[in-house]
């Protein structure tokens, strides 16, 4: 019996918060199809979350919209639908006006060190930006382009088309410069430029393919045209609920670190995309010249003003700063 005892006391010494806290179970959301890498690796989170906790935390990914829309992650996540959720800030236009700096156009250049340098970057500002709930971490795309069954090589050429935007920034850049939008979902946009609602779409290289989209376009531009950060956040709720040793272990699964190994094998895959799709017959990945490249940088510059004059809570020029000094810092900052 001394000995059962001190076995005992042994264990709960190894594991005294655990072994105490109640088990909580979590429902993570995305948009994504089941296949998508960032389902992948958000189920490894979910799965070295539960051993970190002892087994007290124990999370279910439901993708490919089980539990919601994709523009309704961040409301599904505000109001309990979801415990955790995938969020684009850019498919809602105005909400959340400091994200969207990291959606214009030719700021980013590579999606590796994109990913750390926006999460580093948001962890200040989301407070402001996104209150309602409890950011965990920021993935940013691989740098995307514009995709098309014509050849789209001056920003002219985009006048009287109808384009899907990947975001609200996008979407202002086919506005500028006399495109209309066409609003759809990822999980959405084979389907509109199938029924030829839209004639291009904004979309990165390996997703292209792997929603389907290659069979509804045919010439892709050559051109880290943007990126964008997508928002994995928690309901603020269920994160008070925690005990404090559970919210140390969300804590330690919510760094830069852990959004960069979540985003690696996704920019891995979207990198290799953008070979592939060159390889496929009946497809044109084409390239412009250096005149073509600067006027397209031209005509976003607007953009930026556009983009100050909607940030309120903080100072744009600030935030902006902020943004290029952490970018720049990972090598990710195009210049």
């Known amino acids: 019996m001394t000995l059962f005892m001190i076995v005992l006391c042994a264990v709960l010494t190894a594991f005294p918060a655990f072994a105490q806290d109640k088990p909580v179970s979590l429902k993570l959301s995305t948009w994504l199809p089941p296949a998508h890498q960032i389902n992948t690796e958000l189920r490894a989170w979910a799965a070295d979350l539960e051993k970190a906790s002892g087994g007290s935390i124990k999370a279910t990914l439901f993708p490919a919209e089980q539990l919601g829309k994709a523009f309704d992650h961040y409301d599904m996540v505000r109001d309990g639908i979801a ?29 590796t060190g994109a990913t750390p340098a926006m999460d580093e970057w948001f962890r200040k500002y989301a407070p402001l930006d996104m209150p309602d709930t409890h950011v965990c971490l920021v993935v940013a795309l691989d740098p995307a382009t514009l995709n ?35 609003q759809a979902s990822a999980p959405e946009a084979r389907d509109v430029l199938e029924r030829h609602v839209a004639d291009a779409i904004t ?14 376009t ?23 609920a925690l005990s404090a040793a559970q919210r140390a ?15 690696a094998p996704w ?15 009946n497809h ?17 510059e ?23 000094a952490s970018l720049r810092k990972y090598g990710a900052l195009s210049e």
């Not at 959720?85 to 990291?102: C, D, E, K, L």
């Not at 920034?169 to 495109?179: E, K, N, P, R």
Request: aromatic share 12%; glycine share 8%.
């Open 203 to 216: 979309f990165n290289w390996g997703s292209l393919m792997l929603f389907g989209i290659d069979h509804a």
């Open 284 to 300: 044109e990945v084409y390239q412009l010249t250096p005149d073509q490249i600067a006027a397209w940088r031209k005509a976003a």
């Open 302 to 324: 607007p953009l930026k003003t556009r983009w100050a004059s909607q940030v309120k809570k903080a100072d744009p020029a600030v935030v902006f700063g902020d943004l290029t």
């Open 218 to 240: 045919k010439y892709h531009m050559d051109l880290p045209l943007y990126s964008m950060p997508f928002v994995w956040t928690m309901n603020q709720g269920k994160y008070d």
């Open 83 to 111: 415990d955790f959720g995938w969020v684009s800030p850019g498919y809602q236009p105005g909400r959340f006006p400091i994200a969207g700096a990291a959606e214009l156009p030719f700021l980013v250049s590579n999606g």
């Open 148 to 182: 098309g069954n014509k050849k789209i090589v001056a920003p002219e050429d985009l006048r009287g088309m109808k384009i899907r935007p990947a975001n609200a920034t996008i979407g202002a850049f086919v506005t500028l410069l006399g495109g209309t939008n066409v």
């Open 267 to 281: 920019t891995a895959f979207e990198e290799a995309g953008h070979v592939k799709l060159a390889s496929m017959p």
């Open 249 to 263: 272990v969300v804590d330690s699964h919510c760094t830069s670190e852990w959004a960069a190994k979540i985003a």
